[in-house]
């Protein structure tokens, strides 16, 4: 029954800024195609669907049937509508292409290679070093390790391509494959190209399929790309209707979807895109001259073109059941997916001849490479067809003449500022003691301070937390309010869908991916250090892969860990969270990412300068809410705020060859450290206790140090007598607490062995058995039992 049956009115989509086309409407327009521009298309899809049947073979591995629906699309954008210059990957005012939908990984390869093989007969000139190609050779690499020992995959250098995409690839930015993540990360590209060029800035292609748009974070990266009016974003939308387990993943007309029960025309419309609908998305007339209207701009919302295609189309296999899945190998199924080009173009590709050994294989797969180039070869006319569009597209983008925004953000004002230090705090930013201050308000002020410098190299965004978590302190001296391309550009932060840690972890990413800005996230700890680590994970691949393809240095994305650990406790344990440390700490690669844990709000800035200065992929501090009073450290005899940039430093030194010595205790955690200097700490000094007591800043920033520093700071026989205190878990101590003596006697939140109740910090701390008494009763024991 409908609305309008019980209630007389008609429930309606409210106004929108974005516009519905249907581009068979409208015959033509903005022009038409040309029958020769048809002809080229079509043999070169007919081209790159064979070597997608033929990866798909020698692999026996990939995803050919969304390879092969986006053909149309892809080819229509890099060939038609794109301006970017083949030759140099790296150009940075060039558009990008961004394959959100990671799992066509076997498309992107082949239709890069395809490509190349073109210009490489046709217009060579054109191409960039050797190195930064994707050859027909490079086939051989498709979801192979580098390790790979095959012969000709080590004759012709080719590359080891991943199963999902990475920079590794030429022009690609971002590494996508977690169902989701590619959208939100290719619309931070979006935003980076926008506060780079302003008005004439790069468009960024972003390809995805109905099915990877049913993950909560696109959703939430739609409604961003639309509220902030990221304009230059065109996203193709290849709505084959199958997914791994379904062949209707949508609503369809009357037809119920069994996942969703929205069509991606609608979905794109309720969050005010434009959307341009291709009823036949193998049509090349239809999806060129869509992408030629949605190229020449509607308004100022962002697009998508939304073609209906079919998933395997003339794979032989159709549907759900070529998402992940193709022909046997060398199977009569596979020869006759080869037919139409063999018929076509009157040729024969290589057939088995019973090869069993790698090698044998490879020969086979090599000879019908070569096979595919002799057609291209041939065919003149096909391959000239593309050189000269590539080259309309490069002489496109120098006439675009696009150029960096004269006020546009500057991080080498920062990276390349030697007065900026660790050791060298300014005035402006030093605390006097018996103030209040904060954690993540310091954290804020920091962040602040490195934007003004830095003209906006920093934006920023919370769940719904700007001022809770004092991101909002980032903005600083720059305009008030959210940032919107049109209204508010020059505000440094941007609403991500609201209260989205998820989308807004991956956006962030690609903010910073894109280069010339650092994104920053915010929210609980206890959310965000689960909900952003896929995203910063794959944050992390992209810039290992950039920097092995380019040699850039990472480019770093900061995910603040707000209203960190047990302090939080009149929230309650939903939210006082002291596990998510242990989601981060430690779990990445060497220098990949660096977690930072202050105690005292004078730490924060040595800890995030010398973090930044080490380049990081991820940056991850942990930072309370409650208001801490600013210790005098000469007072308690505690090294400067400046050591913390250590990652590892004494409070206490104690001497092991003097009679009696009491051993080692290791803090970690603002939870426990203000309660320890406080209390147990003036104690100790009065009953001359001689005992080592260290605190852990950061474990990450530790281990970037060298060998023999690390040993001098904390030599490995101080962590074998070592208890430790941390308001965060025991496994987050097992680096610095090396004996199951020290383990048994370490105080961590679990050491009770429940969540704990609400209220505040003290009781909290009180409840697990945290605060100063109790370190101070645990102290003693285990100087006691020492013996």
């Known amino acids: ?67 092969v629906s986006s053909g149309h699309m892809v080819a229509a954008a890099i060939i038609e509508t794109m301006d970017y210059n083949l030759g140099d990957p790296d150009q940075p005012d060039a558009d990008i292409f961004s394959y959100a939908a990671g799992h066509k990984a076997l498309g992107l390869y082949a239709m890069w290679a395809s490509r190349n093989e073109m210009v490489r007969i046709s217009s060579p000139d054109l191409l960039p070093v050797a190195a930064k190609q994707l050859r027909l050779e490079d086939m051989l690499g498709f979801r192979r390790n580098p390790t790979q020992a095959t012969p000709l ?27 989701g993540v590619g959208v939100p990360a290719s619309f931070g590209l979006a935003l980076g190209a926008l506060d780079r060029y302003g008005e004439n800035a790069p468009r960024v292609h972003v390809l995805e399929g109905e099915g990877g748009m049913t993950p909560g974070r696109v959703s939430e990266a739609m409604a961003t790309a639309a509220s902030a009016q990221l304009k ?8 084959n209707q199958a997914s791994i387990d379904s062949d209707r993943v949508c609503r369809d007309g009357e037809l119920a979807g069994d996942y969703v029960q929205w069509n991606p025309i609608e979905f794109c419309y309720l969050h005010d895109w434009n959307v341009i609908w291709v009823p036949d998305g193998f049509d090349f007339d239809l999806v060129v001259r869509a992408q030629q209207m949605a190229k020449a701009g509607i308004n100022d919302q ?85 050189g000269r569009r590539i080259k309309e597209s490069k002489s496109r983008l120098e006439k675009s003449n696009r150029r960096v925004r004269s006020d546009a953000a500057d991080l080498d004002l920062f990276y390349k500022n030697d007065s900026i230090t660790s050791q060298n705090i300014p005035a402006e930013m030093t605390l006097k003691p018996g103030t209040q201050a904060t954690l993540r308000g310091e954290l804020g002020r920091t962040l602040g301070y490195l934007n003004n410098l830095t003209k906006g190299g920093f934006i920023g965004g919370a769940a719904d937390l700007l001022g809770s978590t004092s991101i909002d302190k980032l903005n600083g001296d720059f305009p008030g309010g959210l940032y919107n391309f049109i209204s508010n550009s020059k505000s440094r932060l941007v609403a991500v869908g609201g209260i989205c840690e998820d989308a807004l972890g991956a956006f962030m990413t690609g903010l910073s991916s894109y280069g010339y800005n650092i994104g920053v996230s915010a929210s609980y700890a206890a959310f965000i250090a689960a909900l952003e680590h896929i995203a910063s994970r794959i944050h992390c691949i992209s810039q290992q892969a950039r920097h092995d393809f380019a040699g850039d240095p990472f480019k770093t994305f900061i995910m603040i860990c707000g209203h960190a650990g047990l302090k939080t406790g009149e929230d309650g344990p939903t939210h006082a969270d002291p596990q998510a440390l242990q989601l981060l700490q430690e779990n990445f690669p060497r220098g990949k990412a660096i977690t930072l844990v202050p105690w005292d709000p004078q730490e924060l800035w040595p800890l995030v300068v010398e973090s930044l200065g080490k380049r990081p992929a991820v940056l991850a501090p942990f930072v309370t809410r409650p208001n801490e009073t600013i210790i005098d450290r000469d007072k308690f005899k505690l090294p400067p705020a400046t050591a913390a940039a250590d990652g590892v430093y004494q409070f206490r030194q104690g001497d092991p060859s003097k009679k009696p010595y009491h051993g080692t205790v290791i803090l970690q955690g603002s939870a426990v450290a203000n309660d320890f200097v406080s209390y147990v700490l003036p104690r100790l000094d009065e009953g001359k206790f001689n005992i080592n007591i260290y605190y852990v800043s950061s474990a990450e920033l530790f281990s970037l140090l060298p060998e023999e520093k690390q040993l001098a700071i904390l030599p490995e026989e101080r962590r074998a007598e070592a208890m430790g205190i941390t308001g965060f878990t025991m496994p987050t101590m097992y680096r610095w607490i090396t004996s199951e003596f020290g383990r048994r006697h370490s105080l961590f939140s679990f ?32 100087i006691k039992n020492r013996g």
């Open 1 to 67: 029954m409908s609305l309008e049956n019980i209630s007389g009115k008609k429930l309606e989509f409210g106004p929108r800024r974005g516009v519905y086309i249907d581009i068979a409407d409208y015959p033509g327009k903005p022009n038409p195609v040309d029958g020769g521009t048809i002809k080229g298309l079509k043999d070169f899809d007919l081209w790159y669907r064979t070597l997608c049947s033929v990866l798909f073979n020698f692999a026996s591995s990939g995803h050919p049937g969304g390879s």
């Open 153 to 179: 995959f080590k004759k012709y250098k080719a590359k080891a391509l991943d199963g999902h995409p990475t920079p590794l690839t030429p022009f690609i930015k971002i590494a996508t494959g977690p169902s």
């Open 232 to 239: 230059n974003i065109i996203l193709h939308i290849d709505w």
């Open 302 to 386: 962002p697009t998508a073109i939304v073609y209906k295609t079919v998933k395997g189309w003339k794979y032989g296999i159709e549907g759900k059941k070529s998402h992940g899945a193709g022909h046997k190998y060398c199977s009569a199924e596979y020869f006759q997916s080869l037919k139409e080009f063999e018929e076509r173009f009157g040729v024969e590709l290589p057939r088995s001849k019973g090869e069993k050994s790698d090698d044998e294989i490879e020969g086979l797969y090599f000879d019908t490479l070569m096979a595919l180039r002799g057609v291209a070869e041939q065919e003149k006319e096909m391959s000239g067809y593309i």
């Open 751 to 782: 050491s009770r062995g429940i969540y704990p109740g609400s209220g505040k910090a003290e009781k909290v701390l009180e409840e697990v058995g945290l605060n100063g008494p109790f370190q101070w009763d645990n102290i003693n024991k285990y």
